[in-house]
C-alpha cells in the first residue's frame, strides 16, 4: 500500500493520460464484444463529440490542478480534515476511507446538486442527452460542469484532508469506474447485481439514464454504491425498459452536435416528465 500510495504521489501526467485512454480503450473493445444494446449507430460518429468533451475536461482541470496540491498540503501541515481526525488506523483503511469520503463530496454530493438546482441541471444535461450511452459518454460534460465537478473536489479534498496520493488514485479508480459503468456492456444479471452492493454497476447506472424522472434522479454515485442506498436515491429498472437522453430535449441531431451542446445550458429551463414507477 505503501509503495501504491509513492507511486500515485508522483505520478506523471503521460501515465496519467495512459489510464484515460487506455480505459476508454478497453470498454470500447468489450463494448463490441458482449454489448447490452445492439448499436445501430456509427460508433466513431457518436464518440467524436463526447471526446471533445473529454479534452475540455482535460483543459478546464489541467491548469487547475495546482490548487488541489495547494490545499491537500495545507490540510497536511495543518493536521485538517476528517481521516487526520481520526484515531490511528491500518493504511489501507486510512486510504479506502479518504476515497470513499471524495467520492461521497466529488461525486455523489456534486452529481446531486446538480439535479436539484435548475442552472446546474441545464449544464449538466449535455451528459444526459446523449441518446446512446457508451464508455466515451463517461466524459461527456460542458466545460462549465468540468468547473463545477472541479469546485466539488477542492471542497472534497479540504474537508476529508486527503494527501496527494490518495487523491491521484481516486482520481484514477474515478475515471475507470465511470468509463466501467457507462460502458454499453452486458453482464450476467447475477454478477452485475452483485457488483452493485459494493461499486456503481453498469446496469445500476444505466438507470440513472433512463429519460424520465424519477428515474433520471436515482443512482448518483460514480465509484461506490454504498451512498445511493443509505441516502435513499437508489432505484431498479430492467435494461430492456430504459430508453436513453431527456425527454425535455429530445433533439437528437442537436444532442450529437457540438455546437448545439455547447449552446444547451443557456436554453430555457423545461419541466421534466415525472411517471408513476413500478
Do not use: C
Not at 489501507?92 to 436539484?116: C, F, N, P, R, S
Not at 452493485?196 to 461506490?224: E, Q, R
Not at 448545439?260 to 411517471?275: A, E, I, M, N, S
Amino acid at each position: 500500500m505503501e509503495q501504491l500510495l509513492a507511486y500515485f504521489e508522483n505520478i506523471p501526467p503521460l501515465h496519467r493520460s495512459l489510464i484515460l485512454v487506455g480505459g476508454i480503450t478497453f470498454f470500447w473493445i468489450l463494448e463490441g464484444i458482449v454489448p447490452l444494446f445492439s448499436v445501430r449507430y456509427k460508433k466513431w460518429k457518436h464518440a467524436l463529440p463526447n471526446l471533445f468533451f473529454t479534452l475540455t475536461t482535460i483543459i478546464v482541470n489541467f491548469p487547475l490542478a495546482f490548487l488541489l496540491l495547494k490545499t491537500s498540503d495545507w490540510t497536511i501541515q495543518n493536521d485538517f480534515g476528517i481521516i487526520n481526525w481520526l484515531p490511528e488506523m491500518p493504511l489501507w483503511l486510512y486510504v479506502l476511507l479518504g476515497i470513499m469520503l471524495l467520492d461521497l463530496i466529488g461525486a455523489y454530493t456534486a452529481h446531486l446538486v446538480e439535479h436539484k438546482v435548475k442552472p446546474l441541471w441545464m449544464v449538466h444535461l449535455v451528459h444526459h442527452s446523449d441518446h446512446n450511452v457508451d464508455t466515451t459518454t463517461a466524459n461527456r460534460h460542458h466545460p462549465l460542469e468540468s468547473l463545477i465537478r472541479y469546485l466539488f473536489t477542492l471542497l472534497g479534498v479540504l474537508i476529508v484532508g486527503a494527501p496527494v496520493g490518495i487523491i491521484m488514485l481516486y482520481q484514477s479508480v474515478s475515471v475507470i469506474l465511470s468509463q466501467f459503468n457507462h460502458a454499453n456492456i452486458s453482464l450476467p444479471r447475477a454478477v452485475d447485481k452483485a457488483l452493485s452492493w459494493i461499486i456503481v454497476s453498469p446496469d445500476m447506472h444505466k438507470v440513472h439514464h433512463h429519460f424520465v424522472l424519477p428515474y433520471t434522479d436515482s443512482n448518483y454515485g460514480n465509484i461506490f454504491s454504498i451512498w445511493d442506498r443509505m441516502f435513499g436515491t437508489y432505484m431498479e429498472l430492467e435494461p430492456e425498459k430504459i430508453t436513453y437522453g431527456v425527454d425535455t430535449f429530445p433533439d437528437e441531431k442537436e444532442n450529437s452536435s457540438i455546437k448545439g451542446l455547447l449552446k444547451q445550458p443557456f436554453h430555457k429551463y423545461r419541466k421534466p416528465t415525472q411517471v408513476q414507477t413500478d
